[in-house]
């Protein structure tokens, strides 16, 4: 009896004959051996390897493969036991992937493993299905599924990408607070609504620069003098 995503490994004497993968009940002779193999798709997880990546920082990784034998011959007779030899390639593929990637990227084109998981979980689906294909296995998708810094260093792991944000949020507000001064002094100007020279000038941009990068409300002065007294 062959069932449905079964192959039926048949052998004589010890030579390979076939496999038969139509289900149903078939006809064979009684001197063949036969080894059932499942056709169905199958995935694990693999367990929390800790690894350095390309910065030499140290972080847990783990993934998800999913797989299906397609050649019954190979996963029989190409390695001993096949399915963990999907398990240890595929672990040994996740270590040498977390070893080419840094976990985060300090610049946009660099690909890394946690802003790039496309690219990334393309590459690891290439290499485990050029590690398991000699033994009668395609790998269907391989995914990430944990990935972290060790935890001796993600305290200050974390510290740096927070500093990295209020960075990135900074340079941001300068751009904008440079380019509204510069529409507002052009807009005067062009208006004609005050004459300043350049020590008016740089006053204006000195206020509206601390107005508009200020973490707090700026609280209103009223000069009743002259801007030089």
């Not at 059932?36 to 798709?41: K, N, P, Y």
């Amino acid at each position: 009896m062959v069932h449905p995503n079964q192959g039926l490994v048949l052998q004589l004497f010890g030579a390979y004959a076939y496999t038969a993968r139509n289900p149903g009940l078939r006809w064979a002779n009684p001197f063949y051996s036969k080894r059932r193999i499942s056709l169905r798709v199958r995935n694990f997880e693999s367990e929390k390897l800790k690894v350095n990546d390309a910065d030499g920082n140290p972080v847990e990784i783990a993934a998800v493969v999913v797989w299906k034998v397609v050649d019954t011959a190979e996963a029989c007779f190409e390695v001993d036991d096949y399915e963990h030899y999907v398990r240890v390639q595929s672990e040994a593929a996740v270590r040498n992937l977390a070893t080419r990637y840094p976990y985060d990227a300090h610049d946009e084109s660099q690909v890394s493993l946690r802003s790039n998981t496309a690219e990334v979980a393309e590459d690891l689906k290439s290499e485990i299905h050029a590690r398991l294909s000699k033994a009668g296995v395609r790998v269907l998708e391989a995914r990430l599924s944990h990935l972290a810094y060790a935890p001796e260093i993600a305290a200050v792991m974390l510290q740096r990408q927070q500093a990295s944000a209020i960075i990135a949020a900074r340079q941001k507000i300068v751009e904008g607070a440079v380019g509204m001064v510069e529409m507002a002094l052009a807009r005067l100007q062009r208006d004609k609504v005050v004459e300043m020279d350049e020590e008016r000038k740089a006053a204006m941009v000195s206020n509206l620069l601390v107005v508009l990068c200020g973490e707090r409300a700026a609280q209103p002065v009223l000069n009743t003098g002259s801007l030089y007294q």
